[in-house]
């Protein structure tokens, strides 16, 4: 299925892209799954993105926990913790 | 809806003027500005950049709005947040809350500013003589916002 991916903020910065449109496998059907894909590329994408980093995403724009699916034509967006105002 | 994410500067009189205009039945307006510092957390900072989600980011914030008029008797509601590159001094944020009575307004601006600081998506880069680095997420902000989740929270 297809999905677009974004990266915010520093994450953005220590992945070096701002986002990819992905073709992914039904296993990456929820956002535990996309992560795990992700994170297997190695590198900085292991590192970024490993277990027990503070790390938010959010599917079409709204806060997602792991278990959330992921469907065909969703914007999935990983993010540190906010720091506005 | 009052939500506004703008790159230019604010001018919070007018905004509060606008926002009570025409509607006598207004008698309290609490108000919040926020405003880039030199400093934080001991270095010295030269400048910085506020970068958000466009679409979440706004999304995010009505949704704080639509919540504190869900828990305070409010009439109306304002939300300016600034991005892009800020130098000290200069402001970044305005809430503007108005109601009949002060208890209210008071409780839903800080309200909606310890949900904005954890929940509404924008991200502090810091320009120091070190060089540059994002700002850190507090824990202080989210023992803030988590105090509206006691049930004495709503006693306005």
Known sequence: MKIKVLYLASLREQLGKSGEDLETSPATSTVAGLRALLMARGGAWQAALAQGRALRVAVNQEMAQPTTAVKPGDEIAFFPPVTGG | ?156
């Open chain 2, 1 to 156: 809806m009052a939500v506004r994410i703008q790159t230019k500067d604010f001018d919070a009189g007018a905004e509060m003027a606008a926002l009570r205009l025409n509607n006598p039945k207004i008698g309290a307006v609490a108000s919040f500005i926020g405003v880039c510092r030199d400093a934080n957390d001991g270095t010295a900072v030269t400048k910085m950049t506020l970068e958000h989600y466009p679409g979440m980011t706004e999304r995010a914030l009505e949704k704080i709005v639509v919540e504190a008029k869900a828990r305070w008797d409010l009439m109306e509601v304002l939300v300016v947040h600034r991005v892009g590159e800020l130098k000290p001094g200069d402001q970044i944020v305005l809430v503007v809350v108005t109601g009949a009575h002060r208890g209210e307004a008071f409780a839903a601006c800080e309200f909606i500013m310890d949900y904005l600081k954890t929940r509404a998506p924008f991200w502090k880069k810091e320009e120091t003589p070190q060089g540059a680095r994002w700002v850190e997420a507090r824990g202080s902000d989210d023992e803030a916002a988590e105090r509206w989740n006691s049930p004495k929270a709503d006693v306005a």
